[in-house]
């Protein structure tokens, strides 16, 4: 007799909401702290009028390391394994449908959005891990991109590409210069992951015609690292 798995009964999806909601509340009232801090750091400075937006993100603190012979062969092996994968028909649907999407937003190239990045150093990186967020859809993907290359020529391009130095419990491409891959052979999520205080920025741009910034890294309700934008 086959056995079912339970349905969630009413109290667990209640405490599963309530969960949800703690969570949600606990991110407001850390992004107000922050907002806080961000923007005593700006008075303080003297020099900034109200026409300076202030915006906050997070901020990458780890500290650089030698990239251990321990976390390459770990990609290694992990990437070989993305290699297998990278026929599998849900993965080269996967690949299809990037093929039909624009991998990233024209507007979020400009060189003001690399600057915020730049403040940042990468606080999106850190779950990235010696698996850098690829899959077998990007080694498919990369694959339809450039088709004269072999799957050890695939292997040799990423392994160049780890950095000597990373940053500690990070992206093992996180490097103190940013990602240590090109555009086209990061993962679909790395291309197109844009961060809230991106977004604020973007839409401040755009509604507000908003075109000063005051950018602050955050740790957090610390700010440890801050800039100033003013396009023309």
């Known amino acids: 007799m086959p056995i079912h798995p ?7 999806t ?17 992004y107000q702290r922050r907002l806080a801090a961000a923007t005593a750091a700006k ?32 990609f ?11 026929e599998l028909p849900c993965q080269i649907e996967s690949a299809e449908h990037h093929d039909e999407m624009a991998a990233v937003d024209d507007r979020f190239s400009l060189p003001l959005y690399a600057e915020v990045c730049a403040n940042c150093r990468g606080g999106c990186c850190l779950r990235g891990g010696d698996r850098a967020y690829l899959s077998g859809a990007t080694i498919e993907r990369v694959r339809r991109q450039h088709p004269t290359l072999s799957d050890q020529d695939l ?11 990373s940053y500690e419990d990070s992206c093992v491409f996180h490097s103190e210069h ?6 086209d052979l990061r ?3 790395c291309n197109n992951t844009v961060c809230g205080g991106l977004i604020e920025i973007d839409q401040r ?24 934008i003013q396009e023309e």
């Open 187 to 189: 993962s679909d999520t």
């Open 76 to 86: 290694a092996t992990y990437f070989e394994q993305a290699i297998g994968e990278a």
């Open 14 to 30: 209640d405490a599963q909401r309530s969960r949800a909601s703690q969570r949600a509340m606990e991110r407001e009232q850390l």
């Open 155 to 165: 292997s040799d391009r990423y392994l160049k590409c780890l950095p000597e130095f």
């Open 205 to 228: 741009r755009q509604l507000d015609k908003q075109r000063n910034f005051f950018v602050a890294a955050c740790d957090q309700e610390n700010v440890v690292r801050s800039i100033t």
């Open 43 to 74: 008075h303080k400075r003297g020099d900034l009028d109200d026409s300076f937006q202030v915006i906050v993100t997070s901020s990458n603190r780890r500290t650089l390391t030698k990239l251990s012979g321990q976390r390459k062969r770990r």
């Open 6 to 12: 339970a349905k969630p009964t009413s109290t667990s």
């Open 178 to 183: 940013g990602c240590g891959l090109p555009f």
